[in-house]
T-cell receptor, first 115, second 112 residues
Framework: EAEVAQSPRYKITEKSQAVAFWCDPISGHATLYWYRQILGQGPELLVQFQDESVVDDSQLPKDRFSAERLKGVDSTLKIQPAELGDSAMYLC?????????????FGPGTRLTVL | GNSVTQMEGPVTLSEEAFLTINCTYTATGYPSLFWYVQYPGEGLQLLLKATKADDKGSNKGFEATYRKETTSFHLEKGSVQVSDSAVYFCASAPSGTYKYIFGTGTRLKVLA
């Protein structure tokens, strides 16, 4: 069964450093999402791509966060500089289209700890 | 605005007990509704979903019915197992949007 791949699974960094996370969605899935999940809470959407285009980044802290999906396949989420409050699980998800009834498939996540 | 409210956990049950995790939503129109499960150290896995009123989603012994009149989508299982121990998230996707809105999650612990 196809899965969403993410790496690294764990990342520990010091504040003010740069970090990057990678996601490879299920083959053929045009839509890709990045979520942030703070411990004890549900995931919150950071950014959504349709192919290579950003369609929603309204919740992305653009002063320090950036995301790209250059060829419309895999994607990178970057934080620079990292802050203590960025410690969280970063989840990637994908689905075939943007319809609300279409299931989103999640990767295993990257757990970020900022010291 | 759109929101999802779940019962707070943790919920601790003995094996073979009956499970109910409450979920209510607020939304304009008729959202699609989902239950996801998250095992320790893993991402979210879809457990079941319903896309219109009175639909019942079911999977692995879990069920949830889309109740428009009470704006609810409660998760139930007749006999839980230790392996069901996880965090369960209710989510809605308001009609006409792609955005999932997640509840805060309910941790379930099943004791042997």
């Amino acid at each position: 069964e196809a899965e969403v791949a993410q790496s690294p699974r764990y990342k520990i960094t010091e504040k003010s450093q740069a970090v990057a996370f990678w996601c490879d969605p299920i083959s053929g899935h045009a839509t890709l999402y990045w979520y942030r999940q703070i411990l004890g809470q549900g995931p919150e959407l950071l950014v959504q791509f349709q192919d290579e285009s950003v369609v929603d980044d309204s919740q992305l802290p653009k002063d320090r966060f950036s995301a790209e999906r250059l060829k419309g396949v895999d994607s990178t989420l970057k934080i620079q500089p990292a802050e203590l409050g960025d410690s969280a699980m970063y989840l990637c998800a994908s689905n075939r289209d943007r319809g609300s009834a279409d299931t989103q498939y999640f990767g295993p996540g990257t757990r970020l700890t900022v010291l | 605005g759109n929101s999802v409210t779940q019962m707070e956990g943790p919920v601790t049950l003995s094996e073979e007990a009956f499970l109910t995790i409450n979920c209510t939503y607020t939304a304009t129109g008729y959202p699609s509704l989902f239950w996801y499960v998250q095992y320790p150290g893993e991402g979210l896995q879809l457990l079941l979903k319903a896309t219109k009123a009175d639909d019942k989603g079911s999977n692995k012994g879990f069920e949830a019915t889309y109740r428009k009149e009470t704006t609810s989508f409660h998760l139930e299982k007749g006999s839980v197992q230790v392996s069901d121990s996880a965090v369960y998230f209710c989510a809605s996707a308001p009609s006409g949007t792609y955005k999932y809105i997640f509840g805060t999650g309910t941790r379930l612990k099943v004791l042997a």
